[in-house]
């Protein structure tokens, strides 16, 4: 099995910026996909941003010209720029990562690093 850890989250005020370290507990697992979900109280949890091991970069429009994401998918780290923080963005960010197990791509999930945006 392989844990994903994030590291990174705090409390910051709007306008702010924060970064967002995700890394895989195994160098020898290699997933197709590394990204990042969030869940803000009371909300289902929904997409943020995600880069593949090709290179591609997808960003919910929410978060688009604000947030960046980045990361060495062979490495198994992927990270996310946040400037410009508002209100809305608080929530846990969750690190995902996917990998193809036979003809279906499997989900891992870290536990999640809170995010607080507050004046």
């Known amino acids: 099995q392989v844990q994903l850890v994030e590291s990174g989250g705090g409390m910051v005020q709007p306008g702010g910026s924060l970064r967002l370290s995700c890394v895989a507990s195994?160098?020898?697992?290699?997933?197709?996909?590394m990204g990042w979900y969030r869940q803000a109280p009371g909300k289902q949890r929904e997409f943020v941003a995600h880069?593949?091991?090709?290179?591609?970069?997808i960003y919910a429009d929410s978060v688009k010209g604000r947030f960046t994401v980045s990361g060495d998918i062979a490495r198994n780290m992927v990270y996310l720029q946040m400037n410009s923080l508002k209100l809305e963005d608080t929530a846990d960010y969750y690190c995902?990562?996917?990998?193809?197990?036979?003809?279906?791509?499997?989900?891992?999930w870290g536990q999640g690093t809170q995010v607080t945006v507050s004046s």
């Open positions: 195994r160098s020898d697992f290699s997933f197709a996909v």
């Open positions: 880069i593949t091991n090709g290179g591609s970069v």
């Open positions: 995902n990562a996917g990998r193809w197990i036979g003809k279906e791509v499997v989900d891992f």
